[in-house]
């Protein structure tokens, strides 16, 4: 395997090209015995050197050549790396400045010292597109070759790792000592004003702005960072187009355009149809979340008796790539990345499709191989609907859409937390209906719709019945009013529950499935409490460091977060998330709860809707 990156430096700039498409890597005669000596244990490789050449070989003449012609270049070996037992990955680079001629890198030749033979042609692989050109220098700007050959050896542990001090450095190298620098930046704490984070300490109880956050307020002071200002409601189609967002003459929260909308250019002398969308045209409300990038950075961690939770740690945002940040897995869909992903505006309610209207009552007429999902306002939000069977009516709205998952919910619960510096929503935005009387025998939440005029903003509004309709710039009720179902979460519990002990989670982004730990289902390291209380502390796990689910209860209804927490039953459960109508102080963005099995469902729960545009895909 052979990969090459031709680069241009100026200054400290770097622009990298791959374009080489280079055979496999033959190993030579001379290789192959020098293979033999270390198998019989009679011999070790020491790898020395990598030789450009410009003569064009084929592949057929490889395995016999002892030596290469017209060698250009040749650059010390300034990497060995153990891939795994078998296989080494040696890494070279070749720059330009003392090359009088340019010529075209046709062969590259991997040098290795044989104990008895000295210095031999290990292996060869020649270059097939013809396009490698390595130019001569010209006095001000330095081109060079980054190259990276895998090659088995039998048994990696008798290879040398040791390398020439006077070797120049790879990419490999810099981008490695790049991401050293990041992670001792991310420790000490960022500067940049276009990274933006918050540092929780939760055994001090205390959250403070940090970096690009630091002096800035809620709301205004985030309108213009395109994770948080960015974000705004739209109306989106069934096959997953914008037709309008909040402030055009033609949006609409009915769930059906009210007047036709023409996206051609005005004007225009032959518009597309596809962009002309006539009035009654099926639409959801949704919110548009821009992408974003993210890093936790742990500074206290603590084990459990299984897994770890965060004593205190920052979390960043940034509306660009930086070193160090990964995209948010909300815009990784199996594997594929999205600009934008679409989240519901209102809590969902049904479309009844053999009669082709919305429930506006939650009437229990749902017929699970038709009906639709939906997000429109002026409805009493739908219930007695089981995950699986939210997960069903979500499809049956097409490719692209699904409920609320851990991925989606992780994304808004992240900058909430960042541009609130706090978890509790309830004391930042609004307690939202959370202290209704219950009548212990049906579905009292409010109708949809009651932020409509908060347009993309946040904030509370009090609806005719005079209860707290809350809204985090466009997704109104992530906390009160009804629980929602978040599917891609499977928690496998033990046998019996008791004080002290933990689950497992698994969790996936796609192919959402009930009680499985199977793939796409990944253990993510990190382990649910067991129990009822107030959250103090969240789970950990590098690559799952995104989410924010509970791993101790030792809290109370205001700090360190505030939300409650429950985890009593054994064996799987699924999860819901928020709180219904009675909850009190105890509801919130970060109220998370394992009652449910994947059977279960009752008049306290329902479901929200996600557009994720990868998924059109396949």
Same mark, same amino acid.
């Given at each position: 395997?052979?990969?090459?990156?031709?680069?241009?430096?100026?200054?400290?700039?770097?622009?990298?090209?791959?374009?080489?498409?280079?055979?496999?890597?033959?190993?030579t005669?001379?290789?192959?015995?020098l293979?033999?000596?270390m198998?019989?244990?009679?011999?070790?490789?020491?790898?020395?050197?990598? *030789? /450009?050449?410009? &003569?064009?070989y084929?592949?057929?003449? !490889? +395995? =016999?050549?002892? #030596?290469?012609?017209?060698?250009k270049?040749?650059?010390?070996?300034?990497?060995?790396?153990?891939?795994?037992?078998?296989?080494?990955?040696?890494?070279?680079?070749?720059?330009?400045?003392?090359?009088?001629?340019g010529?075209?890198m046709?062969?590259?030749?991997?040098?290795?010292?044989?104990?008895?033979?000295?210095?031999?042609?290990?292996a060869?692989?020649?270059?097939?597109?013809?396009?490698?050109?390595?130019?001569?220098?010209?006095g001000?700007?330095?081109?060079?070759?980054?190259?990276?050959?895998?090659?088995?050896?039998?048994?990696?542990?008798?290879?040398?790792?040791?390398?020439?001090? *006077? /070797?120049?450095? &790879?990419?490999?190298?810099?981008?490695? !000592? +790049? =991401?050293?620098? #990041?992670?001792?930046?991310?420790?000490?704490?960022?500067t940049?004003?276009?990274?933006?984070?918050?540092?929780?300490?939760?055994?001090?109880?205390?959250?403070?702005?940090?970096?690009?956050s630091?002096?800035?307020?809620?709301?205004?002071?985030?309108?213009?960072?395109?994770?948080?200002?960015g974000?705004?409601?739209?109306?989106?189609?069934?096959?997953?187009?914008?037709?309008?967002?909040?402030?055009?003459?033609?949006?609409?929260?009915?769930?059906?355009?009210?007047?036709?909308v023409?996206?051609?250019?005005e004007?225009a002398?032959?518009?597309?149809?596809?962009?002309?969308?006539?009035?009654?045209?099926?639409?959801? &409300?949704?919110?548009?979340?821009?992408?974003?990038?993210?890093?936790?950075?742990?500074?206290?961690?603590?084990?459990?008796?299984?897994?770890?939770?965060?004593?205190?740690?920052?979390?960043?945002?940034?509306a660009?790539?930086?070193?160090?940040?990964?995209?948010?897995?909300?815009?990784?869909?199996?594997?594929?990345?999205?600009?934008?992903i679409?989240?519901?505006?209102?809590?969902?309610?049904?479309?009844?499709?053999s009669?082709?209207?919305?429930?506006?009552?939650?009437?229990?007429?749902?017929?699970?191989?038709?009906?639709?999902?939906?997000?429109?306002?002026?409805?009493?939000?739908?219930?007695?609907?089981?995950?699986?069977?939210?997960?069903?009516?979500?499809?049956?709205?097409?490719?692209?859409?699904?409920?609320?998952?851990?991925?989606?919910?992780?994304?808004?619960?992240?900058?909430?937390l960042?541009?609130y510096?706090?978890?509790?929503?309830?004391?930042?935005?609004?307690?939202?209906?959370?202290?209704?009387?219950?009548?212990?025998?049906?579905?009292?939440?409010?109708?949809?719709?009651?932020?409509?005029?908060?347009?993309?903003?946040?904030?509370?509004?009090t609806?005719?019945?005079?209860?707290?309709?809350?809204s985090?710039r466009?997704e109104?009720?992530?906390?009160?009013?009804i629980?929602?179902?978040?599917?891609?979460?499977?928690?496998?519990?033990?046998?019996?529950?008791?004080?002290?002990?933990?689950?497992?989670?698994?969790?996936?982004?796609?192919?959402?499935?009930?009680?499985?730990?199977?793939?796409?289902?990944?253990?993510?390291?990190?382990?649910?409490?067991?129990?009822?209380?107030?959250?103090?502390?969240?789970?950990?796990?590098?690559?799952?460091?995104?989410?924010?689910?509970?791993?101790?209860?030792?809290?109370?209804?205001?700090?360190?977060?505030?939300?409650?927490?429950?985890?009593?039953?054994?064996?799987?459960r699924?999860?819901?998330?928020?709180?219904?109508?009675?909850?009190?102080?105890?509801?919130?963005?970060?109220?998370?709860?394992?009652?449910?099995?994947?059977?279960?469902?009752?008049?306290?729960?329902?479901?929200?809707?996600?557009?994720?545009p990868?998924?059109?895909?396949?």
């Amino acid at each position: 395997c052979c990969d090459i990156g031709i680069h241009r430096n100026k200054t400290i700039e770097r622009i990298e090209i791959h374009m080489a498409e280079f055979s496999k890597l033959v190993i030579t005669k001379a290789g192959q015995a020098l293979l033999a000596k270390m198998i019989a244990g009679t011999g070790s490789i020491t790898f020395t050197k990598i *030789a /450009a050449s410009s &003569t064009a070989y084929t592949l057929a003449q !490889l +395995e =016999a050549l002892t #030596a290469i012609t017209n060698i250009k270049q040749t650059s010390l070996i300034s990497k060995v790396v153990r891939t795994n037992n078998v296989a080494i990955q040696v890494e070279a680079a070749f720059i330009n400045s003392e090359l009088k001629a340019g010529y075209y890198m046709k062969t590259l030749g991997l040098y290795a010292v044989d104990p008895d033979a000295g210095e031999i042609l290990y292996a060869v692989t020649i270059e097939n597109s013809g396009s490698c050109y390595m130019p001569p220098y010209n006095g001000v700007t330095v081109s060079g070759a980054y190259v990276q050959l895998i090659t088995t050896v039998g048994n990696a542990e008798n290879v040398s790792l040791a390398v020439d001090a *006077a /070797a120049v450095a &790879t990419i490999g190298d810099i981008q490695e !000592l +790049e =991401a050293k620098i #990041a992670d001792l930046q991310a420790y000490i704490g960022y500067t940049d004003s276009d990274i933006y984070g918050v540092e929780v300490d939760f055994t001090n109880k205390r959250i403070t702005r940090i970096a690009g956050s630091e002096n800035r307020t809620q709301g205004t002071g985030f309108d213009n960072i395109p994770p948080f200002g960015g974000r705004r409601r739209c109306n989106l189609t069934n096959d997953g187009k914008v037709v309008a967002y909040y402030g055009d003459s033609g949006f609409s929260t009915t769930g059906k355009l009210t007047k036709a909308v023409d996206l051609n250019p005005e004007g225009a002398e032959d518009p597309d149809p596809s962009l002309q969308f006539a009035a009654g045209t099926i639409v959801q &409300t949704m919110v548009e979340q821009p992408k974003f990038y993210y890093k936790v950075v742990p500074l206290v961690l603590e084990k459990n008796k299984l897994g770890s939770k965060i004593r205190k740690a920052r979390y960043y945002v940034s509306a660009t790539p930086k070193t160090g940040f990964k995209l948010h897995p909300a815009f990784i869909e199996n594997g594929k990345e999205n600009e934008k992903i679409y989240l519901a505006a209102f809590d969902g309610s049904l479309w009844d499709a053999s009669a082709a209207t919305y429930i506006l009552d939650d009437a229990s007429v749902m017929d699970s191989a038709t009906d639709m999902l939906s997000s429109i306002a002026n409805v009493k939000p739908m219930s007695m609907v089981a995950r699986k069977n939210a997960r069903g009516i979500a499809k049956n709205r097409g490719d692209g859409w699904s409920q609320a998952y851990a991925a989606s919910i992780a994304a808004s619960q992240l900058l909430m937390l960042i541009e609130y510096a706090t978890f509790n929503m309830q004391s930042a935005i609004g307690n939202g209906v959370a202290f209704k009387t219950d009548d212990g025998a049906t579905n009292v939440a409010e109708n949809t719709g009651g932020s409509v005029s908060l347009g993309n903003g946040s904030g509370t509004v009090t609806n005719a019945n005079g209860y707290p309709i809350v809204s985090y710039r466009g997704e109104e009720n992530l906390w009160g009013n009804i629980w929602y179902w978040v599917d891609g979460m499977n928690e496998q519990n033990p046998a019996t529950i008791v004080d002290g002990e933990y689950g497992t989670l698994f969790v996936a982004d796609h192919d959402f499935a009930d009680d499985t730990a199977t793939s796409p289902y990944e253990n993510t390291g990190i382990h649910p409490c067991c129990g009822n209380g107030s959250v103090s502390a969240f789970g950990y796990a590098e690559k799952y460091d995104w989410m924010f689910v509970p791993a101790e209860k030792g809290g109370t209804s205001v700090l360190p977060v505030g939300d409650y927490y429950g985890n009593t039953n054994p064996n799987w459960r699924i999860a819901r998330l928020g709180g219904r109508w009675d909850n009190a102080v105890g509801a919130g963005a970060f109220y998370w709860d394992f009652y449910h099995p994947a059977s279960g469902y009752g008049r306290e729960v329902g479901a929200r809707l996600v557009f994720v545009p990868s998924r059109l895909e396949g």
